[in-house]
């Protein structure tokens, strides 16, 4: 079965850090993607994590404890740009498929 | 090069109506995906195909939904007869590999 926690929303200024967190229970896991999606648009890909750790892109990183079915997203630096929707994706299967979280809407106020 | 196509972007239809989405995924990808999204919600995966075979369709209400990839290329997602509960938007998804998918601008339904 699948199981995905994600706050459902989040609100920061513009210039600092927000940490969004996700909490999955997932049969065969086998990593785990971020997606950005802004309002009326399809999700784009941020980040894939395998193994524990941090992963660094830009402003952009992502932590994955397998151990413990936990993930953030931390977002540095924000821009007014990054407001949208942050959707958390475990992956399973020998086929790789996601299931998607409901989401977290991070608002960035000037 | 281009992304995944899909058409139309919008389609309002009554319930009991039938309704079909297309969708041209990325040159070369051999996996494609049809996802449901209803308001507020993640995608919700339909239906999963490795080139012209069906990997998994599971979640997809067969009795109503019914999805082709006859070529291994394009694909259409059939709706037939829509209710209301299938407002929603229905994204395109393909993937060279596992480890990315792109997806489709989405096609919106509304169903009245």
């Known amino acids: 079965g699948q199981n995905i926690d994600q706050p459902t929303e989040m609100t920061a200024t513009e210039g600092a850090i927000v940490q969004i967190n996700c909490t999955y229970q997932?049969?065969?896991?086998?990593?785990l993607f971020w997606y950005q999606q802004h309002a009326g648009e399809a999700p784009t890909f941020l980040s894939y994590?395998?193994?524990?750790g941090l992963e660094e892109k830009g402003r952009f990183s992502s932590f994955l404890s397998r151990s413990k079915g936990y993930s953030y997203l931390l977002l540095k630096e924000l821009q007014m740009k990054d407001s949208a929707s942050y959707l958390c994706?475990?992956?399973?299967?020998?086929?790789?498929?996601?299931?998607f979280g409901s989401g977290t809407q991070l608002t960035v106020l000037p | 090069e281009a992304g995944v196509a899909q058409s139309p972007r919008y389609k309002i239809i009554e319930k009991r109506q039938s309704v079909a989405f297309w969708c041209n995924p990325i040159?070369?990808?051999?996996?494609l995906y049809w996802y449901q999204q209803i308001l507020g919600q993640g995608p919700k995966l339909l239906i999963q195909?490795?080139?012209?075979?069906?990997?998994?369709d599971s979640q997809l209400p067969k009795d109503r939904f019914s999805a082709e990839r006859l070529k291994g290329v394009d694909s259409t997602l059939k709706i037939q007869p829509a209710k209301l509960e299938d407002s929603a938007v229905y994204l395109c998804?393909?993937?060279?590999?596992?480890?990315?998918?792109?997806f489709g601008p989405g096609t919106r339904l509304t169903v009245l």
């Open positions: 998804a393909s993937s060279p590999h596992p480890n990315e998918q792109f």
């Open positions: 997932t049969s065969g896991f086998n990593g």
């Open positions: 994590n395998v193994l524990d």
């Open positions: 994706a475990p992956s399973s299967g020998s086929a790789r498929q996601l299931t």
């Open positions: 040159s070369g990808h051999a996996t």
């Open positions: 195909f490795q080139n012209n075979g069906v990997v998994d």
